[in-house]
Nanobody
Framework: QVQLVESGGGLVQAGGSLRLSCAAS????????MGWFRQAPGKEREFAAA????????RYADSVLGRFTISRDNAQKTVYLQMNSLKPEDTAVYYC????????????????WGQGTQVTVSS
């Protein structure tokens, strides 16, 4: 069983930045690909970013490409999502996810979810 705990959400003005963190209860390096999803009010949960088991490969949704960066600190068992140039449409609950592969993350085939952290971007 893997427990994922997100932190770092909050209220920020458009154009600002936030860094989300996802702390895992066990080692994930080489075992799980990790990802971030988000769910805006009234919308379905959607893929945002993913990072491979080793951290050597990443994938992004078109809507965040060039503005968000996913990374992982394997020693700290933590995955980060650096969010820059935030827009009001980035407002959502952001969820951390762990699964078997990069492809699985993008497909939404997730084994473990975090509880989510709220990000609100004001205009």
């Amino acid at each position: 069983q893997v427990q994922l705990v997100e932190s770092g959400g909050g209220l920020v003005q458009a154009g600002g930045s936030l860094r989300l963190s996802c702390a895992a209860s066990v080692r994930t390096s080489g075992i799980y690909a990790m990802g971030w999803f988000r769910q805006a009010p009234g919308k379905e949960r959607e893929f945002a970013a993913a990072i491979s088991l080793s951290g050597s490969s990443t994938r992004y949704a078109d809507s965040v490409l060039g503005r968000f960066t996913i990374s992982r600190d394997n020693a700290q068992k933590t995955v980060y999502l650096q969010m820059n140039s935030l827009k009001p449409e980035d407002t959502a609950v952001y969820y951390c996810a762990a699964t078997t592969s990069l492809v699985a993350v993008q497909a939404g085939t997730v084994h473990y979810w975090g509880q989510g952290t709220q990000v609100t971007v004001s205009s």
